[in-house]
């Protein structure tokens, strides 16, 4: 539940309203803005209590808990350290990688008849290694555009930006290249997870081209 303040409240009644509040069980957060204080509220507020506060005359409405629950989220996060912030990202990032790579197609909730017919025409590799190889091409050359002789310390704020752009492309292009593998080794009769070999680059692929074929495991 969002609680809105009159414009002007002062802060004794701010405080006067979430020491109630927190009386009643209910963990309550305040906004920064000391125009127009905004208090978000996690917990039921009863129907008593709820009339109590929203006749108070500083109150100025009450919205629905939705609202409010993104606030308190958006709140938290950001008091999050920023170790916790780059780990995140790390383990979003290899997720989003072993996901799409392999266990979209090894889940017990996959079609069947669709790994079938990948195996079938032994060529739903192609297209994913070719892009994720396009993508990380272009990804290097604009790193190497971008950063300059100099590196990305003596770079303009807008190769700064090129940069991270690359950067967004050559993950884009790992996720290709790894789904590309792992459609190989598949094609091969090897499990899918197999190729996340590919993460090593174009040592992987060349290993699963060694790997002699197997009866096709698509059945299973």
Not at 59 to 74: G, I, K, Q, S, T
Not at 80 to 98: D, E, K
Not at 126 to 153: D, K, N, R
């Amino acid at each position: 539940m969002i609680v809105r303040f009159q414009a002007g409240a002062t802060e004794e009644v701010v405080q006067e309203v979430r020491e109630r509040l927190e009386r009643a069980g209910l963990r309550v957060l305040r906004s920064p803005e000391p125009s127009r204080p905004i208090l978000a509220l996690a917990g039921k507020l009863e129907g008593s209590l709820a009339g109590e506060i929203a006749a108070h005359a500083a109150v100025e409405r009450m919205d629905e808990p939705a609202l409010a629950d993104v606030l308190l989220v958006a709140r938290g996060m950001r008091e999050l350290p920023s170790v916790t912030w780059r780990r995140f990202i790390f383990w979003l990032a290899a997720g989003m990688i072993i996901y799409w790579g392999a266990g979209v197609y090894e889940s017990k909730l996959a079609d069947r008849k669709d790994l079938v017919s990948d195996c079938a025409t032994n060529r739903s590799f192609i297209v994913p290694l070719a892009t994720g190889f396009g993508l990380l091409l272009a990804a290097v050359i604009g790193l190497v555009v971008s950063t300059g002789p100099h590196g990305i310390s003596g770079a303009s704020p807008g190769m700064k930006i090129g940069a991270a752009v690359a950067l967004m492309i050559a993950y884009a292009g790992l996720v290709f290249w790894v789904r590309g593998c792992c459609g190989y080794a598949f094609s091969k009769g090897r499990s899918r997870w197999l190729g996340m070999v590919g993460l090593s680059g174009p040592i992987g692929l060349l290993l699963i081209a060694l790997l002699p074929p197997k009866p096709s495991t698509a059945a299973r």
